[in-house]
T-cell receptor
Framework: GAVVSQHPSWVICKSGTSVKIECRSLDFQATTMFWYRQFPKQSLMLMAT?????????EQGVEKDKFLINHASLTLSTLTVTSAHPEDSSFYIC??????????FGQGTRLTVV | GQNIDQPTEMTATEGAIVQINCTYQ??????LFWYQQHAGEAPTFLSY??LDGLEEKGRFSSFLSRSKGYSYLLLKELQMKDSASYLC??????????WGAGTKLIIKP
């Protein structure tokens, strides 16, 4: 299967700082990437759809100024959590769409804000 | 609205067979995915169905009936490592993934 690399796997940051998470499709080009958030024992929650070369589409209730998404190339999308707070602590997962069918997931990033 | 339903939790015995059902109501359909997710890890891709019928891949098989809005994931010869959550997701008319809440599968010796 295709490989999607997400970095970092885990990060601890201080409250008020910003954290950038990278999602790379290593062996295919992805026009579309998705960013998810998962709280313990809950399903994945789609945060936004990232399209290469255009603005991301955010789901209702997701603050676009807080969760900055950039999809500058066909193989890289980034999610920046700005001014992080403890309630932002969560598991963030990206997925990249190959063609219009298969979605491949990154390993996920566990963010802890202290 | 769009909706994906699957059981919250199932229990099965090592070596046995288990079927996890998924029903869906979505605006458009561009395929149905099954993912496996171990606790604390990202989901891993198991199968993709876009046409009706059964797709077999080793110990795992996935079935789709588009007219019924129904799919199932069949796991054979269960192993303890199969204990995980199994997520059903449908690609809608905009190729966006609509996720079920996941089925937690518990395997007992």
């Amino acid at each position: 299967g295709a490989v999607v690399s997400q970095h970092p796997s885990w990060v601890i940051c201080k409250s008020g700082t910003s954290v950038k998470i990278e999602c790379r499709s290593l062996d295919f080009q992805a026009t579309t990437m998705f960013w998810y958030r998962q709280f313990p024992k809950q399903s994945l929650m789609l945060m936004a759809t990232s399209n290469e070369g255009s603005k991301a589409t955010y789901e209702q209730g997701v603050e676009k100024d807080k969760f900055l998404i950039n999809h500058a190339s066909l193989t890289l999308s980034t999610l920046t959590v700005t001014s992080a707070h403890p309630e932002d602590s969560s598991f963030y997962i990206c997925s990249a769409l190959r063609g219009n069918t298969e979605a491949f997931f990154g390993q996920g990033t566990r963010l802890t804000v202290v | 609205g769009q909706n994906i339903d699957q059981p919250t939790e199932m229990t099965a015995t090592e070596g046995a067979i288990v079927q996890i059902n998924c029903t869906y109501q979505t605006s458009g359909f561009n395929g149905l995915f099954w993912y496996q997710q171990h606790a604390g890890e990202a989901p891993t891709f198991l199968s993709y169905n876009v046409l009706d019928g059964l797709e077999e891949k080793g110990r795992f098989s996935s079935f789709l009936s588009r007219s019924k809005g129904y799919s199932y994931l069949l796991l054979k010869e269960l192993q303890m490592k199969d204990s995980a959550s199994y997520l059903c997701a449908v690609s809608d008319s905009n190729y966006q993934l609509i996720w079920g809440a996941g089925t937690k599968l518990i395997i007992k010796p």
